[in-house]
Structure formats: structure tokens, C-alpha cells
């Protein structure tokens, strides 16, 4: 009887993580839908908040999905520093895309576009790498961006080429 009980807790184990995972891939899903939505917010420089808030409220909803206790500072933080490292030439290359759009045209069109495909990848690449961690029963206090750096770049890769 103890074999029958046993199988039964495998699976309802198994059958909560994945449950977990559909709705973690549900809320990336969600989230990087929006991203590309504050690509299309006209204003420079409020399109990249508008990214940066429509990330840590992503976080915030998987950190909820996996019972982990957050603030929208301490994911804050944590964005800013994997957005460092998905940007080769930093914040500038970010600034120059969303300033592109004070050009009539051809400048919003590329502004847009180029804040669009960077913003989703990135949204997506993120939301990946959250996943993964809270999964190994990772918190938002042990998260390293160093050790996850080489996974979100590969992330954001496959992401960009998508």
C-alpha cells in the first residue's frame, strides 16, 4: 500500500509543478505582450520605464506563484543589473533607441521597432531565468545576477532570434 501512496504523492507533485510552470509561462507570456505595448508609448524615455515596470511586475507575479516575498525595489535592483548585462553598450545604446523616436517618421518607426524587439527578448529572457531559479527553490535574496549572467544572454540570444 505504501507503493500505491507513494505514486500518488509523485504525482500530484509532479502534477502541481507543472501547473506552476504553465502558469509561470502564462505570466511571461502575459508580460511580454505588454513589453512591446510600452514600445509604442511615444514619449522617450517613458517607453524604458514603462519596460522597467512591466518587468518588475512580472517578477513580482512569479515571485507570488512560487510563494516568495518581494519588493518592487529589491526586483528593481535586480533588473537594472540584467539589463546591464543584455545591453553591450549599456544604458546609451537604450537611451539612443528610445531618443530615436523625437525623429518624425523614419526615427519613430526605428525607435519603436528596435525598443519592441529588445524590450520583448529581454522580458522574455528574464521571465526564463526567474523561472529556472525559484524552480532549484531559489528566493529573490540568494538570486546572483553573476551566476545567471551566461543563461540570460543565451536567453535573450534564442529570444532575438525568435
Known amino acids: 500500500m505504501t507503493t500505491t501512496t507513494d505514486a500518488t504523492d509523485t504525482y500530484a507533485v509532479e ?3 507543472f501547473q506552476r510552470l504553465d502558469a509561470a509561462g502564462e505570466i511571461i ?7 512591446v505595448a510600452a ?8 517607453d524604458i520605464a514603462a519596460l522597467g515596470a ?7 507575479n512569479l515571485a507570488t506563484l512560487y510563494d516568495q516575498k518581494v519588493t ?9 543589473v540584467m ?11 537604450l537611451a539612443v533607441t528610445s531618443s530615436a523616436k523625437l525623429v518624425p517618421g523614419y526615427g519613430t518607426a526605428i525607435g519603436t521597432i528596435s525598443l519592441a524587439t529588445f524590450g520583448t527578448a529581454a522580458t522574455y529572457s528574464i521571465g ?7 524552480e532549484k527553490g531559489g528566493t529573490i ?3 546572483s545576477t553573476a551566476a545567471v549572467q551566461e543563461d540570460l544572454k543565451k536567453e535573450f540570444a534564442q529570444a532575438s532570434e525568435s
Not at 29 to 35: D, P
Not at 39 to 46: A, H, Q
Not at 54 to 60: C, D, G, P, R, T
Open 15 to 17: 502534477l502541481k509543478k
Open 29 to 35: 507570456a502575459s508580460n511580454t505582450k505588454w513589453s
Open 39 to 46: 514600445s509604442l508609448i511615444p514619449v522617450p524615455y517613458l
Open 54 to 60: 512591466i518587468q518588475v511586475n512580472m517578477i513580482v
Open 72 to 80: 518592487k525595489q529589491a526586483v528593481q535592483g535586480v533588473i537594472s
Open 83 to 93: 539589463l546591464g548585462t543584455l545591453v553591450p553598450a549599456g544604458a546609451a545604446q
Open 128 to 134: 526564463k531565468v526567474f523561472v529556472r531559479h525559484f
Open 141 to 143: 535574496g540568494n538570486f
